[in-house]
């Protein structure tokens, strides 16, 4: 089982940056497709970036050119950059592992860290 912790939210004005971070633990050992999805207030929750298990990486449209997503093993720690952020990135930010690119079934979560993002 892995066990992943999410953290980085908070509030910025439009323009602004956030960098969320994604640490975990238990069986790490293993290489996992890892991935970030948000919700917002009303929405349902859409992938937002994605690693897979080779390294390759890929965003939602919305995103592309303002979010990089990131992995840095010896930490066990998944990084999404978040520049030129819009008040439409606001929403709970939630990290995602599985052994496949599986997207909203992936099989673990974290808790969700809240991004705010003010005209």
């Known amino acids: 089982r892995v066990k992943l912790v999410e953290s980085g939210g908070g509030s910025v004005q439009a323009g602004g940056s956030l960098r969320l971070s994604c640490e975990a633990s238990?069986?790490?050992?293993?290489?996992?497709?890892m991935a970030w999805f948000r919700e917002a207030p009303g929405k349902e929750r859409e992938g937002v970036a994605q690693?897979?298990?080779?390294?390759?990486?890929s965003y939602l449209n919305s995103v592309k050119g303002r979010f990089t997503i990131s992995l840095d093993n010896a930490k066990n720690t998944l990084y999404l950059q978040m520049d030129s952020l819009k008040p439409e990135d606001t929403g709970t930010y939630y990290c995602a592992a599985d052994r496949r690119c599986v997207g909203l079934g992936s099989d673990y979560w974290g808790q969700g860290t809240q991004v705010t993002v003010s005209s």
């Open positions: 238990g069986e790490t050992y293993i290489r996992y497709c």
């Open positions: 690693v897979d298990t080779a390294g390759d990486t």
